[in-house]
């Protein structure tokens, strides 16, 4: 594996703040006052069962979405919510749902991934200006260097779509990496991957985090997780209830319970769920009547 330039922020000073961030679409609250650090150096997890919110909070990190209330900073500077600042400023990531251009070539993808870090302006590039010519030669000398060290460079030119599957997972690594982040958010990055493919993807966020480059990673596959974090934050029902060492997370009750879906004392959304319940009894209750009364009438008229 090549190695890729260091980024300089020193270990252990935060760089990415989330402080409140909630999500609500419509009557429903995605996300309810999360708060989460990543440091520099650091790889971070995000677990929680199917819907707990994960997803929704990457996308209020990376601007896709405009949190309800609360607010994302990244190395003290608080981010619009715009993907293309988020981008520039110095978050990359990639989807659950691979979102790849199927009908270029994995280079071309890459260099996609490139563009918000280079200067050359609209006129340059059409006009084909020597400066253009040289940032084009300099952005594909370092995508082709992402994709050796991501072990794609062989198959630099056949289209994405033509990539087995993990390799257009590790694709869209890549093509993050493209943008030099700071800070790397991969949402399910071992989906649909076999045992050996999960074993390189979890060396490969290794050596990314070796590089400079802070980690927080959604996954759902716990061996992964639990070998690959230094802290991990467990969302329910979009509040965060738990975080820390992965033997903090693996032994606390209320983790297990929430992923086995047994209720336990004060857990996010049991209000809501013993309103509904008691809303439930009283409808069951009241019906109950309503259906009473006719049969007792019934069985006195059958006398
Ligand atoms: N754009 C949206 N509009 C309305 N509801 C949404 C939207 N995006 C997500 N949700 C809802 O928010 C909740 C959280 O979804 P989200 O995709 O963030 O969960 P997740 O933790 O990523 O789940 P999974 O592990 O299955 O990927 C779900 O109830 C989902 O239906
Ligand atoms: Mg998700």
Not at 12 to 24: E, F, I, K, Y
Not at 100 to 129: C, D, I, P, Q, Y
Not at 162 to 183: C, F, H, M, T, V
Not at 250 to 257: K, M, N, S, W
Request: charged share 25%; with cysteine.
């Amino acid at each position: 594996m090549t190695t890729m330039t260091k980024t300089d922020a020193p270990t252990g000073t935060t760089v990415l703040d989330a402080s409140g961030v909630t999500m609500r679409f419509g009557g429903l609250t995605a996300v309810r006052g999360v708060d989460l650090t990543v440091n520099a150096g650091e790889i971070v997890g995000l677990i929680g069962p199917n819907g707990a919110g994960k997803t929704t909070f990457f996308n209020c990190l990376t601007g896709l979405y405009v949190p309800t209330e609360g607010k994302v900073s990244y190395k003290g500077t608080v981010l619009p919510p715009k993907p293309h600042l988020v981008t520039q400023a110095g978050i990359a990531r990639t989807f659950q749902n691979i979102r790849l251009f199927a009908n270029m070539t994995v280079l071309e993808n890459v260099l996609v991934g490139r563009h918000t870090r280079t200067k050359e302006g609209l006129w340059s590039a059409l006009l084909r200006l020597p400066g253009y010519k040289k940032a084009e030669n300099a952005s594909r000398e370092r995508c082709m260097e992402l994709l050796e060290f991501i072990g794609l460079a062989d198959k630099a030119d056949h289209l994405a779509r033509n990539l087995p599957y993990g390799d257009q997972r590790k694709l869209e690594i890549a093509r993050a990496l493209a943008s030099d982040p700071g800070l790397l958010l991969l949402d399910e990055p071992t989906a649909g991957m076999n045992p050996q493919e999960t074993r390189v993807t979890e060396e490969l966020i290794f050596a990314i985090r070796d590089q400079g480059i802070a980690i927080l990673v959604i996954e759902h596959d716990m061996r992964f997780i639990f070998n690959l974090c230094d802290r991990v934050a467990v969302l329910v029902q979009g509040e965060k209830l738990v975080e820390g060492t992965a033997p903090v997370v693996q032994g606390d009750e209320r983790v297990v319970a929430a992923y086995l879906g047994t209720p336990f004392e004060g857990a996010p959304g049991a209000e809501e769920a013993a309103e509904v319940e008691a809303a439930e009894a009283t409808a069951a209750g009241t019906a109950k009547a309503d259906t009473t009364t006719p049969t007792t009438t019934e069985e006195e008229d059958t006398r």
